[in-house]
């Protein structure tokens, strides 16, 4: 009896322990939590925290891996799990969570979104709802040798012609891209497409891949291994290997991520560190210079206990201070237009301010759509066959279009035809 009463007692005791731990509101953000990226994270935070008295924030670590940290979340949020509150998404993400009710529309925290660029805005929306808020930007660009080249191409035959002149002059290669059959192959054939005025999806949901342009643009890809600019082994490339055959001098030009600036830039380690530029990817005539948006988001939780606070934070984190302390620690850049007015972000970049602006105005979304995962499985595979010889270029396109029509067929979202 008496340690039936103990046993009581001390349940007692640790409910009343808990009740009292649950008062104080915690908050739960996940996010690139390693190096330099979860130092800058972790100080915001404290910022954050001392400025709301009251309120304890953590950081829920997650795989940095983007698809571990996909299946992480789609488990949890699956299960209704309340935490992380504030989640960092993928920019291809924000559909599918705003699609499935985990996350929620930031309408009703009235978030002032008007210096966002357009581009990312468009990414994080879903019938006409805004899901999360940009964090910063990551954009596909053109990395060129200044010491062979006097100026970047304008037009797609001019980058032909440069890359052709730029490897007489000794490189191994004109160009290099991402060419594996993996998502970095999508973004360089959006970016080609784009140049040539195509789309893979038309505004109204209908899959435009195998048009005329992207016809147009997979042959052009196809024409760059077949004249020897760029190598057979880009098709077993992702961002790693690409930037060190640039890396190394081997490369005329680079079509890479802005990650790759300071790495490019580091004397001692980098053969062409100072005879370097960035430049957008031109286009042909008609079409529009393209860079594929990348990038990390900011949503709330559908299921968080304090949705108020959560918003709170993503404001916080996505102000322009944060963002031009993010460039300066971490490279980042910003998805604020203001901060590209201000004087310090050169300083943080490293780069021309005025250089990378030219690109994030042209940065374009991969289709908004919650089966985008689905069509780029689909798209991957037609791409890499096509450009390793073994489909013709247009029948390719047109397999990918039907198997990607039926996907968007079978989940309801086909647009009219």
């Known amino acids: ?26 908050l739960t953000v996940s996010g690139s939590a390693v190096g330099a990226e979860g130092e800058v994270l972790a100080r915001q935070i404290r910022r954050f925290a001392a400025g709301n008295p009251g309120l304890r924030v953590t950081v829920q670590q997650t795989p940095d891996d983007a698809t571990q940290r996909h299946q992480l979340y789609v488990q949890w949020l699956n299960a209704h799990v309340g935490t992380p509150d504030v989640l960092q998404l993928d920019v291809v993400w924000t559909p599918e969570f705003a699609a499935a009710g985990w996350i929620l529309p930031l309408d009703r925290f009235s978030p002032d979104s008007g210096d966002f660029f357009p581009a990312s805005l468009a990414a994080n929306t879903w019938q006409g709802k805004l899901y999360a808020l940009p964090w910063f930007m990551d954009v596909g660009m053109l990395y060129w040798r200044t010491d062979l080249l006097s100026a970047a191409p304008s037009s797609l035959a001019e980058l032909t012609a440069l890359a052709r002149r730029g490897k007489a002059a000794g490189p191994r290669y004109g ?70 055959a640039f890396q190394n001098g081997n490369a005329v030009f680079l079509r890479n991520w802005p990650y790759a ?41 559908a299921h968080s206990r304090h949705p108020e606070a959560a918003f709170r934070l993503i404001s916080y984190l996505t102000a ?40 994030v105005e042209r940065a374009r979304p991969r289709p908004v759509t919650p089966v985008w995962t689905e069509l780029s499985e689909i798209l991957q595979i037609h791409l890499h066959r096509s450009l390793a010889g073994q489909t013709e270029t247009a029948a390719a396109l047109h397999d990918a279009a039907r198997e990607m029509e039926a996907v968007l067929e079978r989940s309801g979202l086909g647009g009219p035809s």
Request: proline residues 7%; glycine residues 12%; hydrophobic residues 45%.
């Open 1 to 26: 009896m008496r340690n039936r009463a103990l046993g009581v007692l001390l349940l007692l005791l640790l409910c009343a322990c808990g009740g009292q731990e649950d008062s104080v509101p915690t």
């Open 175 to 244: 160009i290099v891209w991402q060419g594996a059959r993996y998502e970095g192959l999508v973004t360089v054939f959006l970016e080609i497409l784009g140049g040539f005025g195509g789309s893979i999806l038309t505004p109204e949901g209908r899959v435009a891949v195998d048009s005329p342009q992207g016809i147009a643009a997979l042959a052009y890809l196809k024409g760059q291994i077949a004249a020897g600019l760029a190598p057979p082994e880009v098709l077993t490339w992702h961002e790693e290997e690409t930037r060190f």
């Open 320 to 359: 322009p201070e944060r963002m031009l302390e993010r460039a300066r620690v971490v490279g980042q850049y910003p998805a604020r237009r203001s901060v590209y007015r201000d004087p310090r972000l050169a300083e943080a970049l490293g780069a021309d301010p005025a250089a990378v602006l030219a690109i």
């Open 261 to 301: 600036w300071a790495l490019l830039g580091k004397p001692g380690e980098s053969r062409v560190a100072g005879r370097f530029a960035i430049a957008p990817m031109p286009a042909a005539p008609g079409g529009k210079s393209t860079a594929a948006l990348g990038g990390a988001q900011l949503a709330v939780n």
